[in-house]
């Protein structure tokens, strides 16, 4: 008896000294370098359905080296979750079934050092916990007004009445100075009638300073309406309709901060930037936040049968309103701009990732398109193509060469 107990000590340690061995080779590494190449690893392949802190698509990966089965197992499921899941494997089926059955991507490719890279950086985020102050999305399908903006209107209309006030008690003032003044000399009846006769609401009304003051108002909330007009006619800037669904860039690019190509794929490609298809938003959205009568909208456009996990045979597209919009005469190319230029989405679209109902941001005239031709320097840097280009200016001038020195400014570049 003792014996068999002594046994299954020795049997314990052995097993406990194997496991620490075991993690002593799978030491997650705390140099900063390698947390940073993990980092970046993480925000590239993980980031859209992963966050250290917070569940999205997939589980919080905080401290997930310790919760998991074993580091191996971990390694295993990154290059191909669905074998470990087809194994049987319990944690692995109970966490599938967990989340909806949603399949992690097979990261085959990633080797052991980028992946305990991957884990250096979530166990160096775990460590130091969540941010404080997380990025509150405001309510879905705020508007945002057109025009001038309210507030200042307001502060002018303030002022003005504080002036107006002021007006009064100065008139007041001078009434009764002059009402002293006059008192000292000797009046006939009729004038003495008349200094002191009382306000009455008729005299008022047929008074001059009271049709001043109506005139006045009047006048502001004309003028008031007209600005209001002149800043919305033929001049884009600011348009931001409304949308058959409360999509927020607030929430998606910002808060969660999806980026900007997952939606817009056509920015790397070609001219058009375009609006995602409904398949990219049901990525995330045949399992999250399904509850939502937003989310039930898109997923009637997709025709989206829950039970069967499949797209049924009705599918129609969602009309969101075109925001942006050159006429048919000009030629833009998003991936010129962005690609090759290396232009950031915000320096002509704005702080897109702030807006919860996304608005033009730029006036998009053509002075604003040669306006910067005329200011911004050709990324050249790595391009082979434009060494002879940069070489040739480089002898005539000494300013960096510009967007203007290599065509920008012709008519037939931005005309067909
Ligand atoms: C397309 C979305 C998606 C991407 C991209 C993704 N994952 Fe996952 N991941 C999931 C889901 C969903 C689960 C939950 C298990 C399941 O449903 O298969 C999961 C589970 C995990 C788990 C197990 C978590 C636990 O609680 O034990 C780890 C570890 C993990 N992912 C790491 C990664 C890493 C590292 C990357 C990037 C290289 C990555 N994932 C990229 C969706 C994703
Ligand atoms: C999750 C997907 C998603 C992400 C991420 C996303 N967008 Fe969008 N974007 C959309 C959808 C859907 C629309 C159309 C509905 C709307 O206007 O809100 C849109 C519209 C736009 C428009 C207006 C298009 C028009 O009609 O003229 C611009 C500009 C834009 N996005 C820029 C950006 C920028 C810049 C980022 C990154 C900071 C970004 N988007 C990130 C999905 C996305
Ligand atoms: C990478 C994942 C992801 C993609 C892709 C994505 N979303 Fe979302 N979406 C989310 C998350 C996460 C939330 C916030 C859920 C919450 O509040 O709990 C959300 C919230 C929303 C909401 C708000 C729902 C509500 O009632 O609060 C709408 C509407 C929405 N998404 C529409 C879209 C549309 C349309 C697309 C495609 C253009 C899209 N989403 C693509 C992850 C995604
Ligand atoms: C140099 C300025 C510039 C940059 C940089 C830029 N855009 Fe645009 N964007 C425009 C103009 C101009 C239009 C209107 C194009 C048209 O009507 O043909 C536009 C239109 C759009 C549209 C509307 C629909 C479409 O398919 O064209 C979307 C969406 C968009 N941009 C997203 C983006 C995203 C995302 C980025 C960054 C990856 C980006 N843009 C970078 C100038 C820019
Ligand atoms: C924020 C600055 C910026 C704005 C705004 C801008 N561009 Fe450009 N544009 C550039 C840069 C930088 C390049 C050079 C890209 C490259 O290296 O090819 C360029 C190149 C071009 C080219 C190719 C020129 C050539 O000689 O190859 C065309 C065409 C063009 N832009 C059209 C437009 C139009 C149309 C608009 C307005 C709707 C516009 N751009 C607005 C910065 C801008
Ligand atoms: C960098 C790009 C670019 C270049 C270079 C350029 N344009 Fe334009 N042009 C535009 C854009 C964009 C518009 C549309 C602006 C709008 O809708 O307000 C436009 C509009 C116009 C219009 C007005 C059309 C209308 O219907 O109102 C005329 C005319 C015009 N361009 C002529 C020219 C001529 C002539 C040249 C050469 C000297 C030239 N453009 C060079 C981008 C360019």
Redesign the pocket.
């Known amino acids: 008896m003792i014996r068999t107990l002594r046994l299954k000590y020795l049997l314990t340690y052995l097993w406990i000294f194997s496991i620490s061995l075991a993690g002593l080779a799978q030491e997650i590494p705390t140099d900063p370098a390698i947390i940073k190449e993990g980092e970046s690893l993480f925000k590239a392949n993980c980031q859209t359905c992963h966050r250290v802190h917070q569940k999205l698509v997939g589980p919080a990966l905080a401290d997930v080296y310790n919760r998991a089965p074993s580091i191996d197992w971990i390694k295993a499921f990154i290059r191909n979750s669905a074998a470990v899941i087809a194994s049987g494997d319990e944690y692995a089926v109970k966490l599938y079934n967990e989340y909806n059955k949603t399949q992690m991507t097979a990261f085959t490719g990633l080797k052991d050092d980028q992946i305990m890279a991957i884990l250096a950086y979530i166990k160096d985020e775990t460590i130091k916990g969540p941010p404080q102050a997380q990025p509150q999305p405001g309510p879905a399908g705020q508007q945002v007004t057109t025009g001038v903006p309210e507030s200042y209107l307001n502060v002018i209309l303030i002022g003005l009445v504080v002036i107006l006030v002021l007006l009064v008690i100065i008139l007041g003032f001078l009434i009764s100075a002059l009402k002293r003044l006059i008192d000292q000399k000797p009046l006939s009846e009729e004038d003495r009638e008349l200094v002191h006769s009382t306000v009455t609401l008729s005299t008022v009304v047929r008074s001059k300073g009271f049709l001043f003051i109506v005139v006045f108002f009047a006048t502001t909330l004309a003028v008031k309406a007209v600005i209001n007009g002149l800043y919305s006619i033929g001049i884009q800037k600011g348009y931001a309709p409304k949308q058959p669904i409360a999509f927020s860039h607030k929430l998606h690019a910002g808060a969660y901060e999806i980026d900007c190509k997952y939606c817009h794929t056509g920015v790397l490609k070609g001219k058009s930037a375009t609006i995602p298809s409904i398949n990219i938003c049901m990525n995330c959205h045949s399992q999250v936040k399904t509850e939502s009568p937003q989310i039930q909208k898109l997923w009637a456009a997709a025709d989206w049968q829950p039970e069967t996990k499949t797209y049924g045979p009705n599918q129609q597209p969602i009309e969101w309103v075109r925001i942006h919009n ?1 006429p048919d005469l ?4 998003h991936a ?2 962005v690609v ?2 290396g ?1 950031e989405c915000q ?2 679209h704005g702080p897109v990732e702030e807006m919860e109902v996304v608005q033009q941001y730029s006036l ?1 005239t053509m002075g ?2 040669i306006d ?2 005329r200011k ?1 320097d ?2 050249a840097k790595g391009n082979a193509y434009y060494d002879k280009l940069v070489e040739l200016h480089s002898k005539q001038s000494k300013q960096p060469m510009k ?1 203007e020195d ?3 400014l012709e008519c037939a ?2 005309h067909y």
């Open positions: 050159l000009a030629y833009f190319n010129q701009h090759v230029g232009i320096t002509c998009l604003w398109c910067c031709h911004t050709v990324n967007v290599i065509g920008g570049k931005c």
